[in-house]
C-alpha cells in the first residue's frame, strides 16, 4: 500500500492559501480539503443563531447538534450546514469575521481539527488554514507558508467581492484583513504560526501559476 501524503498550507488571509490548494490537488490528483470553509460554517450558524461570539459554553452547546458534511461533485467542494448547502453564504464578507472569533474557540477547533485529520489519515490531501502544519497535522510531509502584504491581499479580495457584484470598499477590506491578522495570531489556542519546517513563500508579487509551479516542484 503506498503512502499516504499530506500537504499543508498556512498563511493570513488573501494570501492565495485556497486558490492554490485547488490547483494544486487538480495537478497532483490530491483531495482538496478546504478547512476555512468549516470554520466560516460554523461562523455562519453562530451569526444566523445571535449568539456572541465570545460565549463559549453557548457555541459549544451548539456544535452538539451542528451537522456538518463536506460533499464532492464532479471535483467541487460543497459544505452542507445541517442539511442545507451553504457553498455560497459562508463566502459572504461579514462572515469572514464570525469564522475569526470563532476559530478562537478550543471546542470549535477541536471539532474541526477531528474531522481533518479523520479525512487525511485515508488518502492523499491538501489541507490550508493557518496552524495545519503546526497543529492539525504537524508531521505533515510537506509545509508551505503563503503571505503577502496586507494591500494587496486586499486588492485581491476586492477583485474577487466586485467580481460577484458585491458592493464593497478597499480600504475597510485592508483594515479587516489587519485585524483578522492580528486576531489569528494571537488567539490562545492554536494561533496563525509558521511551522519551523515550512517553506516560506511571498505571493506579493507572484501570480498563481507561478506559485503553483514553486510548490510543485519541491513536492516532485
Not at 499530506?6 to 482538496?32: F, V
Not at 470549535?108 to 481533518?116: A, D, N, S
Not at 510548490?215 to 516532485?220: E, G, L, M, P
Request: charged share 30%; hydrophobic share 40%; with cysteine.
Amino acid at each position: 500500500m503506498s503512502k499516504i501524503i499530506n500537504i499543508a498550507i498556512d498563511g493570513p488571509a488573501g494570501a492565495g492559501k485556497s486558490t492554490i490548494a485547488r490547483l494544486l490537488a487538480e495537478k497532483l490528483g490530491y483531495l482538496y480539503l478546504d478547512t476555512g470553509a468549516m470554520y466560516r460554517a460554523v461562523g455562519l450558524k453562530v451569526f444566523r443563531s445571535g449568539l456572541a461570539v465570545d460565549d463559549e459554553a453557548k457555541i459549544g452547546e451548539m456544535l452538539d447538534t451542528t451537522e456538518l458534511d463536506i460533499v464532492y461533485t464532479d471535483g467541487t467542494q460543497k459544505i452542507f450546514l445541517d442539511g442545507k448547502d451553504v457553498s455560497e453564504e459562508i463566502r459572504e464578507h461579514n462572515v469572514s469575521a464570525y469564522a475569526s472569533d470563532v476559530s478562537k474557540i478550543k471546542a470549535v477547533r477541536l471539532k474541526m481539527v477531528e474531522m481533518q485529520r479523520d479525512i487525511a489519515a485515508k488518502q492523499n490531501c491538501i489541507l490550508d488554514g493557518r496552524d495545519i502544519g503546526t497543529f492539525v497535522l504537524p508531521n505533515a510531509e510537506y509545509k508551505f507558508f503563503l503571505t503577502a502584504n496586507s494591500r494587496e491581499r486586499a486588492k485581491r479580495r476586492f477583485a474577487e467581492l466586485k467580481a460577484k457584484g458585491v458592493e464593497c470598499n478597499l480600504e475597510q477590506i485592508e483594515k479587516d484583513i489587519i485585524t483578522r491578522d492580528y486576531n489569528d495570531s494571537h488567539r490562545e489556542f492554536a494561533p496563525l504560526k509558521q511551522a519551523d519546517d515550512a517553506v516560506v513563500i511571498d505571493t506579493s508579487d507572484m501570480n498563481i501559476g507561478q506559485v503553483a509551479e514553486k510548490i510543485i516542484n519541491t513536492v516532485r
